[in-house]
């Protein structure tokens, strides 16, 4: 009665309050109890009504913050409606039974309460035993209403109760962890694909033992097949209903305990930035809830990275890191612009794939998958390694432990800091330095940590390279421990037998640029003696002057079919060398003769011609290999790389001056260009054109290196795309269709070095696999067209004037044989439907079901999509060094300054040369040699892969990854073309004259590119 009082004070509407539920239970309940009182006589009466109250129960379960989520609170208000329906209904029954119908009273039937609660549990069900029925003529009168009540109750809430307690202890409840096992949580777009390619690459079998179970966090239930994937991985994987963006659900899943978080994106979304703005959201809840977990993030567009910048604790040092799709997807179809099959090798290398090859397949289908097997690790270099130089190091892991040894990881002095150094020219192997290995698998790995040099340097069988308990291996333990640090020398060379090898291995692994083997070709010095060109370099480096690089000659003119020039010119022609007077080679034009392939990209842009017209300069005019000369001069321009030094950078040019028309473009022959056809409408969303040219703009190749890039598309969505573009040196925009053969032709489609293929419309979702329909419609008519067999032909201009000049300039003076068939032009076609790579090869026979990388579009390296990116989430988590040993050689040498720059959204800024900038310019660059001319053309010849590697490592400082080779090895003329990839051949390997040799090459400051050499030699003669 208190109770009633004090809730009627405090209700704000009396009336209302006199005229509910509860009160009227008061009204029932509190008057028999005075009643009672008065006659001493307990009395039930209608007290049973205060069951009533029971649906109360889970307003107050809220108040007090019992019931949080809305399954909970669903679940209590539906087991107390029917508890307190089911027990008032039994205290009727008791009231009635017990009391006998009225007047009379005289057929009562004595019932226990909880025995009408039996009664009434049983009549609610339809079982109706019959043990119990109602006697009373009330009684019954009651059940009949009731009834109509309590079944639609129970057939209600009971299957709804159930529902809800089963879904809650399947994907409910909260994470238990065994003690001592670490998790990690994904989240984001979990769909069967997304799940079942990530889990197959990071419970791969070639891990080594993998003790993390993964914590799926989904707002929706797994469907059927998600759901059969998970209980194939019952013992690993673990699947809870939830939101990311939930506090209480992240508690649950204990992030904050996790080891790192994951955040798949959506490939195939309809808009990538709305999906990369999703997946930011996720990673600022995750670290709001706990700021110091590891998150590893999928993007969809790199300028979406800047905002994770905002995230105050988001932090690359602390393992926080972003894998952008469109980044890397981009920087690896540029990498095959420099090195055909370049991205097929790098992207086998970050999968994890197990091979099996069998006697009935292709022989280039066992090289191939051989290769597959090889993947990317990190071990920690054994002491024996200490004070070796980087090559010392490579060498021996090739020959003795079979491992390539691809970078270090070297720290400051300070060892506060640390880079990674690929190919590095002369750092010495510090104690606990981390390696980057190709291997088959973490066991062989490890090779590299137990190799010790009193143990093994007698073995010749890797597989006995274990784990020794001798005296010299503690040593070395003890010194890579920071211990003995003034015995360093003493015991990295202590042991049986050992002598002071030092001066003799450096002296043997030092690093010489041999010029190539050259034809006698006889020219004119400048006293007017016929000497060789070979000599000439002879006595070049007789008077102390550096060598040519022979990497740069290396390159075969046969591509894709064509055969090889014949002879080669000397490289020091028109480089900015000082040699004496008397060495000097004049630049006569009495001769000419086919230049190499490569050797053509070293041409000056201007020549003087001498000797034969008097000395008049009717010299030839630009060629496309310097386009824009008028408006940009390289030499003369004070900036020539952005602020951070990584890359090439010239002042913004408006995108007007860069469109070419079809006219325009014929009237420019371009050659060793780039061809990039776009397939995009004005509205496409941004795919980041600067990811494709900026890697192909790295500042470790020389400005006359760089190869023209021109884009074939709409130049209205191009123009939104310029403003990142602008600064780029050597761009064209051709304003057509990719489809149009004349436009096609308009670029000379069949001389350039590489024709990329991209789309940046978006998906439909009526039918995903017509999104490839323009990229495969492209490739297939680029492959049925037929060009001239031609050659580039001298053109000079007689007036010497500028008026006839394209936006580009003239025709360059040499142009290499261009491919007859369109079967013949280097292509790399991006898809975004994997089961698509059927249709780009008509000749294949390639079963529909086969997996990307076992394609063969794929492995000639023709062929890209993005779904190979996947794998990079697990080798993240378990190598974050890996992700950016793959960023450094796929982007050019992004860095965090220059991130933080591009973020800023206004593009590259140019920069003064410092000597610190000038010094980001040594580092090593992907390349591509020919065994089938050059100082490496005797391995060609039947020699083998380990006398190769060894040979262009110690002579040339270039560490062999791979072989590109042909096909069809057959000589007859309807042979392919097709070259395939084999990742880090075995060192007794055949090679053949037709291979080419995936490299990565030393930086040569010595082939700096000076225009005016003509006019510099005539000034020096006066």
Not at 182 to 211: A, N, P, Q, W
Request: glycine share 6%; net charge negative; hydrophobic share 40%.
């Amino acid at each position: 009665m208190v109770y009633f009082f004090i809730r009627f004070i405090a209700a704000s509407d009396k009336l209302w309050f006199m005229l509910e539920m509860y009160s009227f239970v008061d009204y029932f309940t509190i008057p028999p109890s005075f009643v009672s009182i008065y006659l001493d006589r307990t009395w039930i009466g209608l007290r049973f009504l205060r069951a009533l109250r029971l649906m109360s129960v889970p307003d107050i379960l809220q108040y007090l913050n019992v019931l949080k989520t809305s399954s909970s609170i669903r679940l209590a208000q539906l087991c107390s409606i029917f508890i307190a329906v089911w027990l008032t209904g039994a205290g009727i029954i008791h009231l009635l039974e017990n009391s006998g119908d009225p007047l009379e009273f005289e057929n009562a039937q004595p019932l226990s309460y909880w025995t009408c609660v039996y009664f009434l549990i049983v009549t609610m069900s339809t079982v109706g035993y019959g043990d119990v029925y109602c006697h009373t003529v009330f009684g019954r009168t009651f059940l009949v209403f009731f009834l109509l009540v309590g079944l639609a109750i129970f057939a209600s809430c009971i299957p709804e109760i159930i529902d809800l307690v089963g879904t809650r202890s399947k994907y409910g409840g909260t994470l238990k962890n065994e003690r001592g096992r670490r998790h990690i949580v994904v989240c984001g777009h979990i769909t069967y694909e997304s799940v079942s390619h990530f889990l197959k690459d990071f419970l791969h079998e070639d891990r080594e033992d993998v003790d993390v179970e993964v914590v799926f966090l989904h707002r929706k239930p797994p469907d059927l097949e998600l759901e059969g994937l998970f209980k194939r991985h019952f013992t690993t994987v673990e699947f809870f209903q939830g939101s990311i963006m939930s506090p209480i659900d992240l508690q649950r899943v204990k992030v904050h305990e996790a080891d790192a978080c994951l955040v798949l994106a959506n490939k195939y979304c309809q808009d990538p930035d709305a999906e990369d703005a999703a997946n930011i959201m996720r990673v600022i809840s995750i670290k709001n809830y706990s700021d110091d977990i590891r998150v590893i993030i999928q993007l969809m567009q790199y300028h979406n990275k800047a905002y994770l910048l905002n995230i105050p604790s988001w932090d690359w040092k602390r393992g926080d890191d972003v894998i952008c799709l469109a980044e890397l997807k981009l920087g690896f179809i540029a990498q095959s612009c420099l090195a055909p099959g370049f991205s097929t090798m790098m992207a086998n290398l970050f999968a994890m794939r197990s091979y099996k090859t069998s006697p009935d397949m292709q022989a280039w289908q066992n090289d191939y998958l051989c290769g597959t097997g090889c993947e990317m690790y990190t071990e920690t270099l054994s002491p024996s390694f200490v004070a070796m130089t980087f090559p010392q190091a490579s060498e021996l892991c090739f020959s003795k432990l079979k491992l390539l040894l691809l970078a270090i990881e070297v720290k400051n002095e300070e060892r506060t800091d640390s880079k990674i150094a690929i190919n590095p020219k002369a750092t010495k192997i510090q104690p606990n330095t981390q390696g980057f290995f190709i291997a088959q698998s973490a066991d062989e790995v490890k090779r590299a940590w137990y190799y010790c040099k009193a143990c093994h340097d007698d073995i010749k069988d890797e597989t006995l390279i274990k784990k020794c308990k001798c005296k010299n291996y503690i040593g070395n333990l003890l010194q890579a421990s920071g211990f003995m640090k003034n015995f360093m020398p003493l015991v990295a060379e202590s042991g049986p037998g050992s002598e002071d090898k030092s001066d003799i291995e450096t002296e043997l692994y030092q690093v010489t640029y041999t010029p190539p083997e050259l034809p006698k070709r006889l020219l004119n010095n400048s006293r007017g003696d016929k000497i060789p060109v070979r000599d000439g370099l002879a006595n070049q480096n007789s008077s102390g002057q550096p060598l040519v690089n022979a990497a740069k000659t290396l390159a075969t003119a046969k591509k894709n079919g064509g055969r090889p020039a014949d002879a080669l010119t000397s490289p020091s022609q028109g480089y900015n060398r000082s040699v004496p007077q008397q060495d000097r080679l004049t630049e006569d034009n009495t001769y000419s003769y086919h230049l190499s392939y490569e050797v053509k990209k070293l041409m000056p842009t201007s020549r003087s011609s001498g000797g034969g017209n008097g000395g008049t300069n009717n010299g030839l005019t630009v060629g496309i290999a310097d386009d824009q000369a008028k408006d940009f001069d390289f030499e003369k321009t004070e900036m020539k790389y952005d602020s951070t030094g990584m890359f090439h950078w010239c002042p913004a040019r408006s995108l007007e001056d860069c469109i070419l028309d079809r006219n325009q473009a014929a009237m420019t022959v371009l050659n060793g260009h780039v061809v990039v056809c776009l397939f995009a409408d004005p509205d496409s969303p941004l795919i980041g054109l600067r990811n494709l040219v900026m890697p192909l703009r790295a500042s470790n190749f020389h400005y006359h290196e760089l190869k023209h890039v021109v884009i074939v598309g709409s130049v209205d969505y191009i123009r939104r795309e310029w403003k990142m573009l602008q600064n780029l040196p050597k761009i064209s925009v051709l304003n057509g269709s990719p489809l149009s053969r004349a436009d096609l032709r308009a670029v000379n489609v069949n001389l350039c070095d590489m024709c990329v293929i991209l789309s940046a419309k978006v998906p439909s979702n009526d039918d995903p696999t017509l999104a490839d329909k323009e990229a495969i419609l492209a490739s297939l008519n680029i492959k049925a067209m037929t060009f001239d067999d031609t050659i580039g032909v001298l053109n000079q201009n007689p007036s010497g004037g500028g008026d006839t000049l394209s936006p580009l300039g003239s025709p360059i003076v040499l142009q290499r044989r261009g491919s007859v068939y369109g079967a013949n032009v280097p292509m790399i076609t991006e898809l975004i439907n994997d089961s698509n790579v059927q249709f780009l090869d008509q000749d294949d026979d390639d079963d529909p079901d086969t997996e990307l990388y076992l394609t063969q579009p794929f492995a000639c390296g023709t062929a890209f999509a993005v779904s190979v990116l996947d794998s990079l989430m697990s080798t993240t988590y378990f190598n974050q060094n890996a992700l950016t040993l793959i960023r450094s050689l796929i982007t050019g040498g992004a860095t965090p300054e220059l991130e933080l720059i591009l973020a800023e959204g206004a593009g590259l800024r140019g920069g003064y040369s410092t000597p610190e900038t000038l010094a980001n310019r040594d580092r090593c660059q992907v390349g591509q040699i020919s065994l089938y001319d050059g100082p490496l053309g005797q391995f060609g010849e039947g020699g083998k892969y380990g006398d190769l590697f060894c040979a262009a490592l110690r002579n040339y400082g270039m560490l062999c990854i791979g072989l590109y080779r042909f096909r069809d090895t057959s000589s007859s003329c309807d042979a392919s073309s097709k070259r395939y990839v084999i990742t880090n051949p075995p060192d007794d390997f055949t090679l053949l004259p037709t291979d080419q040799v995936f490299v990565l090459m030393q930086f040569d400051p010595g082939l700096e590119y000076k225009p005016n050499r003509g006019d510099m030699t005539k000034e020096d003669n006066s």
